[in-house]
């Protein structure tokens, strides 16, 4: 690689500038699209050698050193080093333009942040909450953040957190965080999260220690609002919207989604922010649910910012998958892995607060019975089908008054309001009975007694236990598991997981979610998915063999196909269809403006904790009965809210049919 480095030079040079309107191509063939570099370099075109040489001086005869540690995938590093060029290239374009244009907007991305303060005001913080520790749990917590903020003086890499659920990842890591990027004079500090639900709830947090002008929270549904004070609050609403165009802020706080597009993006926006991953602290929440289908271009991708851009990656799980074998098989020469904490086994045993009761299999209306005879329960099934159905045989038996649903088939907004409404009640205790899909699982702060799960990955297990006599308030919880005949319905991924996950537990039923237990759960897991499952795709932690595509082109020419890779990366299937709900006046109130304002990204913005998705088919139904409205091209709200939005369950199936065929997770 390093002899025929000068020789890519020019070719890393052609993809950067001609993408830097349209975006990234695929190299090509001379024969083959005309939007590939192949295509694009076969164009004659004016001599400006000289015209160059004038305004640069003699910048083609500078000999450039290989600025990458190759480390075996030389596909995926030449790959994210042209990305990270790109980077630069389009964001001090914008920036500049920017400058000339419109020089107030300059003005407002200047932002003073020094870690040592933030350091202080998070020592600060922590000193008040743990001054008093009011529960032997709470001092537990504060000795492992103790030890956390000891490792930030270490050397930067790659490291894990792994810690039971409950046990204060959250704090512990951002102390971790702040220290380390004070150590090494890093810039930033970026926190990668896989559900929205636990990014509002962490922000939170962060706002708290650290104070709302230092946290950029960047995904869908947020929406960044004023302070009192309304010059303050518009100067640093504007920053924040502005910050999010290329992260050139403190402390990020955004989702795997938002951030593992764009590290194999070939789009102006989404890349605009990749350099600015540099020098950075990356701390990836709840890291075994990267698994899938991208998992080890995703493992590799951090790997590679780590190996050649600065940053420090912490991997934070209370599962931690073998991170460090699956790395060793992919790399020839592999970064080390470093735990962030010791006497793991001894740990997870202090947090031990719940023991595991497998049900088996039975049916919904005995579940429904179970359930009805406990004060305070959570149930936590597979589908959306699945909760609503369970919901309506609880309230049959013991009415409405303190039984709960939460699906994504209700609005951002709506779940947020139950969730305060549950809050209240467990804290009361009030008597508290929830069916949820999974998305209550991870990072949602609620404490029940018993807990009931349907049978999925052992990992999926292990964070609805989370949510099981979390605060350690009785002397053991109850999480049972159960299958039902949905659950034999269960298809791909879902299918494998809940099935490895059921050996497992039959191997180790007197401890299910021992690190034991884990650790073979994720070896099974690995080695089903090395095989392809049950076809012949090849390695499922790769699915589109990505690392592939990248690693056995002829690198001898910069042969990559940028696009190509960036339509396949995508880790939520798009093809639900998104739907607003006028929830409420604000809803209502966004929408008439949507109607009159020339530009839509702002009000788009606001409207999303409002937003529903559901299947092309039941979607499609609805707006051929003339139930949903379309307001501007390609945005649609839902007609009738009175009609077809229930207070408990959201939006409604269209039909029978719609209802039945209902398996989406989540």
């Not at 191509?25 to 164009?43: Q, V, Y």
């Not at 209700?410 to 809050?423: A, D, F, N, S, V």
């Not at 207070?647 to 199936?653: E, F, N």
Request: charged share 25%.
């Amino acid at each position: 690689m390093i002899e025929t480095w000068n020789n890519k030079t020019a070719r890393i040079l052609a993809y950067v500038i001609a993408g830097h309107h349209a975006g990234l191509t695929d190299f090509g063939s001379d024969s083959g699209d005309e939007a590939c570099l192949a295509r694009r370099l076969k164009k004659a075109i004016e001599p400006y050698k000289e015209s160059a040489i004038a305004v640069m001086g003699n910048a083609a005869g500078l000999t450039l050193p290989p600025p990458i540690q190759w480390g075996g995938n030389p596909g995926l590093q030449l790959s994210m080093f042209i990305r990270m060029l790109f980077s630069c290239l389009v964001d001090a374009d914008s920036l500049d333009s920017e400058q000339y244009a419109e020089k107030s907007r300059t003005e407002l991305r200047r932002h003073d942040a020094d870690f040592s303060e933030l350091l202080e005001k998070y020592e600060t913080y922590v000193l008040k909450r743990f001054t008093t520790a009011d529960r032997p749990i709470n001092a537990i917590r504060n000795n492992l953040r103790l030890e956390c903020l000891e490792r930030a003086e270490d050397d930067r890499g790659m490291y894990t957190l792994t810690l039971p659920t409950g046990s204060g990842k959250t704090l512990a890591s951002l102390g971790f965080a702040l220290k380390h990027a004070v150590r090494h004079g890093l810039k930033r500090i970026i926190y990668v999260i896989p559900y929205t639900s636990i990014i509002e709830q962490n922000a939170a947090i962060f706002r708290e220690v650290l104070g709302a002008e230092y946290v950029l929270e960047h995904h869908s549904n947020v929406q960044h609002e004023m302070t009192e004070d309304s010059d303050v609050g518009y100067k640093l609403k504007e920053k924040l919207l502005l910050a999010e165009e290329n992260w050139d802020y403190p402390v990020i706080v955004t989702t795997n989604v938002q951030f593992f597009e764009s590290l194999f993006s070939n789009r102006r926006s989404r890349t605009r922010k990749l350099h600015n991953l540099a020098q950075s602290v990356v701390v990836v929440d709840e890291a075994q649910l990267m698994n899938g289908d991208f998992f080890k271009p995703c493992l590799l991708a951090l790997e590679e910012l780590v190996r050649n851009y600065g940053a420090t990656v912490v991997l934070s799980t209370a599962t931690q998958p073998n991170l460090a074998e699956l790395i060793r098989g992919a790399v020839q020469r592999p970064l080390p892995i470093r735990d962030m904490v010791r006497r793991v086994p001894e740990i997870f045993e202090q947090f031990k607060r719940v023991r595991l009761d497998r049900l088996g299999k039975t049916d919904e209306d005995r579940l429904a019975e179970r359930l009805s005879g406990d004060r305070q329960a959570l149930c936590v099934v597979n589908t959306r089908r699945s909760a609503r159905e369970l919901y309506e045989r609880v309230v049959a038996r013991m009415g409405a008054d303190g039984v709960f649903h939460l699906s994504a088939r209700m609005c951002p907004k709506h779940r947020l309001q139950i969730l305060g409404i549950i809050r209240d009640r467990l804290d009361n205790g009030l008597p508290c009975v929830l069916i949820s899909t999974q998305l209550v699982e991870c990072g949602v702060d609620v404490d029940f007694p018993v807990v009931y799960r349907e049978l999925a990955g052992l990992d999926s297990i292990a964070q609805a236990a989370g949510r099981c006599n979390r605060n350690g308030n009785r002397a053991i919880g109850t999480v049972h598991v159960f299958e039902t005949e949905a659950t034999d319905k269960l298809k791909g991924w879902f299918q494998l997981t809940a099935g490895i996950a059921r050996s497992i537990i039959e191997r180790h039923p007197d401890d299910p979610l021992s690190l034991k237990a884990v650790d073979e759960y994720f070896q099974e897991l690995y080695f089903y998915q090395k095989l392809g499952g049950k076809t012949d795709s090849g390695d499922l932690t790769d699915k589109h063999n990505i690392l592939g595509q990248l690693n056995e082109r002829k690198l001898s020419d910069c042969d990559l196909p940028f696009r190509t890779i960036a339509e396949q990366f995508r880790l939520i299937d798009t093809a639900a269809k998104s739907l607003i709900v006028p929830y409420d006046d604000e809803a209502e109130e966004y929408l008439e403006a949507l109607l009159f304002v020339p530009k839509i990204n702002g009000i788009m913005r606001k409207l999303q904790p409002y937003v529903v998705q559901l299947y092309p088919q039941e979607f499609e139904a609805f707006r051929q009965a003339g139930e949903i409205v379309e307001v501007r091209a390609d945005v649609f709200k839902l007609a009738n809210k009175q009609t077809w939005y229930d207070d408990q369950v959201g939006i409604k199936p269209f039909s029978e049919e719609h209802h039945l065929a209902e398996v989406l997770i989540g």
